[in-house]
């Protein structure tokens, strides 16, 4: 039988958590039209065997791909190359999938034309897992449309967040392995590199995806954001790259929906940076800001027009007057209650 979906289940030591998001997705009831491939990236837990039990429960569905320890880019790409189904999707260990809206979503796909899907999706705190915050990738009024409608019709009013995404696999494979391996914060590089090859969208209403919040280990945990501030820079350049080498090729819809995400990044290393104290703070959000003047000044002056939230007012302030008074803006962040002592 053709594979409607695959899902990429990244897992680095998660014999914890890897039964709790297999379940949700073995439960569904077209179990037989999905492929999941487990990707155990070099753990030195029991991350193997957990995952070995899945694969005899369900030896048509789950399998196991075993490698050297690669970062969760080396997974994306590991799961793209093996993909055998029409669309295909990823689900972080530590996460889980709403099992009767995943059902829909596959009913779906067996009749949409559309490259890119977007659901909806959860935020869960970890200390409060009743309490969840749902995220709309996208304008209401597409959502009630349910049609898959071109890219051009929709560039103002869609976000590319990993969670919602489900694309069509071929628009991946035209990509190639290039997810950035060895590398945190490489989820922005599978939303972006793709869309050059998406033309159609389709917006559905249903949460698919549970993105757990709040963990002392996760990588968007500010304290590990800034521990790992040069893997977020060192995909930021990438992204800003990838903008600046654009084929003519890439419609202006296109474009646009690339441009706003790759912002969103930019912005991050902004905030990042103004949390790091001291003098090394100042020497690399400095060095950080004449690297992006000088390599895009396009989007160097488009950050204003997304400024949201204290963290990147304060930072465009301390732009505008070129750093000098740095510790006076931590100060205000801190007063903003938005850098703990």
Known sequence: MKKILTISV???????????????????????????????????????DVALKYCIQF????????????????????????????????????????????????????????????????????????NKKIVFPCNQTLIENRKEISIADCSNEIYLYMHSITFRTACLKKCGPIIDEHCFYVDAEYTVFPIPYVNTVACL????????????????????????????????????????????????????????????VVILQYIILLTVDGNVGKQEIKEYDLWLNDTSPELYNLVPQYAEGGYIKVALFARKTKFIFYSVYRTILKKLHLIKE
Request: aromatic share 8%; with cysteine.
């Open 10 to 48: 990244a897992a680095y030591n998660a014999a914890r958590d890897l039964p709790k998001c297999l379940d949700s997705i073995t439960a569904c009831l077209n179990i037989d039209k999905i492929e999941i491939f487990i990707v155990d990236d070099g753990s030195t837990d029991a991350t193997r």
């Open 59 to 130: 030896p048509q569905s789950v399998f196991l791909i075993s490698k050297k320890n690669g970062g969760h880019g080396s997974t994306i790409n590991a799961s793209i190359q093996k993909s055998s189904a029409t669309f295909f999707k990823i689900v972080d260990a530590d996460d889980w999938i709403y099992t009767a809206n995943l059902d829909k979503l596959i009913g779906y796909l067996e009749g949409t034309s559309a490259d890119m899907i977007l659901n909806p999706y959860y935020e869960v705190s970890a200390n409060q897992q009743l």
């Open 205 to 264: 209403e249903y949460p698919i995806y549970n993105y757990l919040l709040g963990t002392q280990t996760q990588s968007m945990n500010m304290k590990n954001l800034q521990k790992r501030r040069d893997q977020h820079l060192r995909v930021t350049k990438r992204l800003v790259d990838f903008y600046n080498n654009l084929s003519t090729n890439v419609s202006t819809a296109q474009k646009n929906v690339i441009r706003v995400r790759i912002i969103g």
